[in-house]
């Protein structure tokens, strides 16, 4: 590890934040580098190890046939949809199984029927956050409404495997998304030989 210097803290907004932290290196040379980080207070010296977030990848069986919930989600840093699977933050050091079974009901309607985690914390973007999150795969029922933010726009797409393969090669994904949605199509594919 490298000795940290300072950490400054340069906005201080809800969700986000900038900080540029004094990093002293090997040879004795400091430099500054800028961490965007989900954390009000960011510590680099003592790391938390709880995750930021959660992702989850929902399925259900219709007539013994698999289906894969989807969503279409408009994301503003890019001014455009596109296709993912349900994800959001860990609220207040909240059991990221809970989050993930609120995060099913909010975004598309769904009761869980079984939830297993198939990725321990990860990170998402480490060359400019410290942003981390925990993946799932979960068996739903789609029997509720969506409850989204304001800010919110998701609509549910549900596809079965063969459809699934073809939008991962046509359409535009989040790419956590499309890694996790192509290993559950490969495992499936796996399974079924």
Do not use: H, W
Not at 88 to 93: A, E, S, T, Y
Request: charged residues 30%; aromatic residues 8%; hydrophobic residues 35%.
């Amino acid at each position: 590890m490298k000795k940290v210097l300072r950490v400054e803290k340069l906005t201080n907004k809800k969700y986000l934040n900038l900080y540029e932290a004094t990093f002293e290196l090997d040879n004795g040379k400091q430099i500054n580098y800028q961490i965007v980080s989900r954390k009000q207070n960011l510590d680099l010296t003592n790391p938390n190890n709880s995750a930021d977030a959660v992702r989850i990848l929902p399925y259900f069986f219709d007539n013994g046939e698999l289906k894969i919930v989807l969503i279409r989600e408009f994301r503003f840093p890019i001014n455009n949809y596109i296709y993912a699977v349900p994800a959001g933050l860990i609220d207040n050091d909240e059991d990221p199984i809970v989050s993930a079974k609120r995060e099913l009901e909010e975004e598309i309607g769904a009761s869980v029927v079984k939830i297993y985690q198939t990725e321990k914390k990860s990170y998402t973007s480490v060359g400019m956050s410290d942003e981390s999150i925990i993946c799932f795969e979960a068996e739903v029922k789609l029997d509720k409404s969506q409850k989204l933010e304001d800010r919110e726009d998701i609509s549910i797409v549900v596809v079965n495997l063969k459809e699934l393969e073809k939008m991962l090669d046509t359409e535009d994904f989040g790419l956590q998304s499309k890694l996790q949605l192509r290993a559950f199509l490969y495992k499936k594919l796996l399974e079924s030989k």
